[in-house]
């Protein structure tokens, strides 16, 4: 059974390996350089640790599991949250919360439930009419803002009614998609 520290964001919760003994540290990469005085460290996932500080103003606790990802989908991107900004909305418009850069990331999390099959998470939720709202900093006037994407080219109707309780509806990109849709309701 591993333990994992849990931590919160304004998207969901997160969580990483938490590691408190000596026996644990063994099974890792760090065993060679992390020293018992440093414990307990936390696994950031990307091949890297941090010490553990149970002051931090994010942590929530420590949970113990067996499965790969002990936080159920919907506790780590939040489904249909009010304050929704980033992340991907389902053809049915039900929306599931991400940061910045963790679209891969809830990807992987949502084919695992929708497309269990799929080998290319991304793809799979675009082919499947999934919509990505993502940051659409244009690189020049640092100018951030919520951009719409369809892999597909489609957009259904629940998709536009949900768009619109967004605030999204008039994005340039999203009048595209309505009218390239028109009638396919």
Known sequence: ?????????????????????????????????????????????????FNFDNGDYCFLKVIESDKECPLKLEEMYYKNDPDFKLGWMSPDGDTYSCSYTNHNKCAIMLAKKFFPKSKYPETALGRGGWLKIIDSWDGKVRQHGQYVHSDSGRITNKQINRLFDLGLYDNEEVQRLIKDNNGDW
């Open 1 to 49: 059974m591993k333990k994992y520290a849990v931590f919160r964001s304004p998207t969901g919760l997160y969580c990483y390996e938490y590691i408190d003994t000596m026996e644990k540290l063994a099974k890792t990469d760090f065993a060679d350089f992390v020293t018992e005085e440093q414990l307990p460290i936390v696994l950031d996932g990307n091949g890297g640790y």
